[in-house]
């Protein structure tokens, strides 16, 4: 780890500020993803801005039915907020399948929205990574890619989002808040993070120096039924092999909305629109799902080690659909 200047942040303003003038800053919450980063020279800044003790750890119903999140609120709180268990419980189930009880007390939301893929050889700087330093190969390629993308991949980048939370507000249509130096601004969640592309160093759609401040979820009555299945090599912290969030509205056996998106298969949250497309007004039939599901993984290219992962998320799409029809509930 490389010395670096530490100073502490009064507001969301000053914080804007002190990135935005100082060459190389960046900011840290609870500093679970960054610090990582730190100790293997990933990231090397010349200043660290604390914004851990400003306002933003609010969790607050908003007019339209929804939910504001304040980008300082742990997972833990998110997790275990009554509003969320009742009215988005795939986003509660997400957060307790994602990390550690230690890890989930410390991580905030917006610091989930901003961790970094877990590909291994982005980590070791021993080998080449155009996510790492541009237009010098990407030798998961030709590598041990079994934890990589199936979908939405490009020849710069087959890395994965390892977000759980990520893929539920994907699922929740979410909106992220975010401050900058020209003001303040609402993303949509859909397209808050970036596929690799030609530009793999980029995971999101920030502009240099905006601080995410909050996230808002939308009101969606049939989020009660919300389901996370996440597929894992063990039961405890680790991440997703293929994870599923779902929440369907069902009326005497006819689908009249649905919400799906997957994790551990694409650079970001894969939110599949087309297969949403399919399942309104169909029957809630095991058939139906199974279609839905070869929709969701159309243009899926499967690497050496991974070809596994597009008849599990298959598998997994179809599971979670059923339980989410039924009521919802734990998986």
Known sequence: MKNFAYVQAISAADAVRKVQTTQNAQFIAGGTNLVDRLKVFLDTPAQ??????LEGKAIESIPNGGIRIGALATNTAVADHPRIRQDYPLLSRAILAGASQQIRNIATVGGNLLQRTRCPYYYDTAFACNKRQPGTGCPAIQ?????????????????VHPSDMCVALAALNAIVEVEGASGKRQIPFNDFHRLPENTPDRDTNLQPGELITAVILPPLPFAKTGVY?????????????????????????????VRLALGGVAHKPWRSLQAEAFLNGKLATPETFQQA????????????????????????????????????GVV
């Not at 590598?143 to 890395?159: E, F, T, V």
């Open 48 to 53: 660290v801005v604390d914004i851990s003790h």
């Open 143 to 159: 590598g041990i890619n079994r934890m990589h993308a199936i979908l939405g991949a490009s020849d710069r980048c087959i890395a």
């Open 229 to 257: 299945l996440k597929l894992r090599d063990r039961a405890s912290y680790t991440f997703a092999l293929v994870s599923v969030a779902t929440a369907i509205d069902v009326r005497a056996n006819r689908i009249h909305a």
């Open 293 to 328: 599901a070869a929709i969701a993984l159309q243009g899926a290219k499967p690497l050496t080690h991974n070809a596994f992962k597009v008849d599990m998320a298959k598998q997994a799409i179809q599971r979670a659909l059923t339980i989410s029809a039924q009521g919802g």
